[in-house]
């Protein structure tokens, strides 16, 4: 299974140039596309979804032109949006049996079944018979994956799925997220570094409309191990810093500001090294706003 993006380019009609001949060949599993806020990523998800068409470009599912056939993609898609509603006053098991109604489960079996495996599979059992629009944030994005799941997609989507979730809730959620790349391949939208660090093997770099890097998340790290130090600074020598440096962080501890700078020398006095993580990778493409 492969999807390939090929020179997509989007401009919307206020002007915003949001994509730019963008091109991703994405395979089987967990394929985490990280980017800051407005870097284009819904907008690929919107493409992919065949909800909106690029100016430009063409998007291949193993070979054919998902665009030039949207609906035959449909059947094989399964797409989380960042926001869905839900149906007031229905519980978790009537609106799955509604769905999969819909999605062509006509036997009352087949249907209960599946409906079955999906609650359990998003650890929703327990709470089948409450009404949805009771749910917590995390138990609603669990149960938007089940919905998502309905008819057995071989590409998933999911957009923007964490945000808003609190620490115990984006934990389980990755639990079941993790799960689904065994048989599908599934795009993951997020502006969260941890998201990818949990959960991906493989991965791009978006910002402003193009692609930055691209890769497995281990090798991109490996790029810029031993070009990282960090001090204790004051305000002053952090600007001096600036001027002089790639600084491509900076965080506050215990009151006092941090620097993480880029370089392959030892930068001076009082710096150690930092070993490198995904977030590092991140900031060195998109430096983080400064304190
Ligand atoms: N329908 C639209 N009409 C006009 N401009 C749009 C439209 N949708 C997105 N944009 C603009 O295109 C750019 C990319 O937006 P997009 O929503 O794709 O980014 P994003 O990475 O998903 O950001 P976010 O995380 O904030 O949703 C932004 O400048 C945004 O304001």
């Not at 009609?13 to 806020?37: E, R, W």
């Not at 999969?100 to 495996?117: M, S």
């Not at 997220?177 to 599934?186: F, P, S, T, W, Y």
Request: aromatic share 8%; hydrophobic share 40%.
């Amino acid at each position: 299974m492969q999807l390939t993006i090929k020179n997509i380019s989007k401009t919307y009609s206020n002007g915003v140039h949001a994509l730019k001949q963008v091109n991703l060949t994405i395979g089987q599993g967990m394929f985490g596309l990280l980017g800051p806020n407005g870097a284009g990523k819904s907008s690929i998800i919107r493409t992919l979804a065949t909800l909106q068409e690029p100016d430009e470009g063409e998007i291949l599912f193993d070979g054919w032109n998902i665009l030039k056939n949207p609906q035959k993609f449909r059947r094989l898609l399964g797409y989380l949006p960042q926001d869905f509603g839900v149906y007031p006053n229905a519980s978790a098991v009537e609106l799955l049996n509604y769905f999969a109604r819909l999605k062509g489960f006509t036997d009352a079996r087949k249907r209960q079944q599946q409906v079955h495996y999906l609650l359990d599979l998003v650890n929703l059992t327990s709470a089948r018979n409450k009404n949805v629009d009771t749910f917590s944030g995390g138990m609603r994005q669990r149960f938007g994956i089940a919905q998502t799941l309905i008819s057995d997609p071989k590409v998933i989507i999911v957009d923007e799925p964490t945000a808003g979730l609190d620490p115990a809730e984006r934990n389980r959620f990755y639990g079941i997220l993790h799960r689904l790349g065994d048989q599908a391949i599934v795009i993951l939208s997020t502006h969260i570094v941890g998201d990818v660090t949990n959960l991906c093997r493989d991965m791009a770099i978006l910002s402003q409309g193009q692609i930055l890097a691209r890769g497995v998340p281990a090798t991109l790290i490996a790029d810029i191990e031993g070009q990282l130090w960090r001090k204790t600074v004051t305000p002053e020598q952090l600007e001096h810093y600036r001027g002089k440096y790639k600084v491509i962080a900076t965080r506050l501890q215990q009151g006092e500001v941090q620097v993480i700078i880029q370089s392959q020398d030892n930068p001076g006095e009082g710096f150690i090294p930092k070993a490198a993580d995904l977030e590092d990778f991140y900031f060195s493409y998109i430096p983080e706003l400064a304190i």
